[in-house]
């Protein structure tokens, strides 16, 4: 969404890297943003106090205060900014202390200084809901469990987080499970949570060596997949793809084909009896 109107929004670039923090800040300006910057935590937080900003670029390793303790820190305000977390440490543990800390979204170092504008644009364009609170109950690399609103504008920051810590697999077992886990999410807020977002969908990670799995609980029946696929075959005659239209008119995906095709993504789907929860496994070789 590189194209996306900035209408003068804000941008504080923090990094201790002063060429990368000027090409960033140059390049956002040329966007139409106004932007500002600092090279330590001590100075961000004196001039977030100053002015109103809409997004920060905040690198962790910063000397002094940690990055995570000025993003700590941003996010108490009435009207916190947006948070990009941008570091060249990649490990579960910092990922996972970003996304408790309530960070948007991470980019790993080194990146194409000209990729952060579209990052910028996205973040800008993303709804108001991809600002709620995400609860983290465990934050272990091994063991991830969070409880988020649902809304699909939340699902979309809990997939690229929640897939960042499987950034080291190979690319197709990655790609085959970031399928199967956004289909099963985006159905559990959907069909489970009817897109309200004061409901709430759970969401565990868990990770060995040998094996992958991950858990997610909608508050209603978001599985439900002979329900869904019954939608299919009901159509008025003539029309074989009438609930289609009829979910897209309500912002909703067709349903029930993409949890058919989810079966063929992973080794195993395991539902409950109630269908409200399911469990996602990919063995790894």
Known sequence: MTGFPTGGRHVLVVDDDRPLRYAITALLHEAGYT????GDGVEALDKLRR???????????????????????????PTP?????MTADDTPETLL????????????????????????NDVVAASPAAGLAIEVVSARPEWLEIVAPCSLAVAERVQEFVMQLDAKLP???RESVAQAFRELLTNAIEWGGRLDATRQVRISCVRSKRMLLYRIADPGEGF????????????PEGNPFDHDRVRQEMGLRPGGLGLMMTRALVD???????RNEVILVKYLA
């Not at 439900?224 to 159509?235: G, P, Q, R």
Request: hydrophobic letters at 45%.
């Open 35 to 38: 932007t500002d910057q600092a």
């Open 51 to 77: 002015r109103q900003t809409d997004v920060i670029l905040l690198d962790i390793g910063l000397p002094g205060m940690s990055g995570l303790e000025v993003l700590a820190q941003a996010r108490q305000g």
């Open 81 to 85: 900014p947006r948070v990009v977390v």
């Open 97 to 120: 202390r970003s996304l408790r800390a309530q960070a948007h979204s991470f980019v790993r170092k080194p990146f194409a200084p000209k990729r952060i504008v579209g990052v910028v």
């Open 171 to 173: 690319d197709d077992i």
């Open 224 to 235: 439900d997949i002979e329900h869904l696929a019954h939608a299919a075959i009901s159509n």
């Open 268 to 274: 195993e789907l395991i539902y409950n009896e109630k």
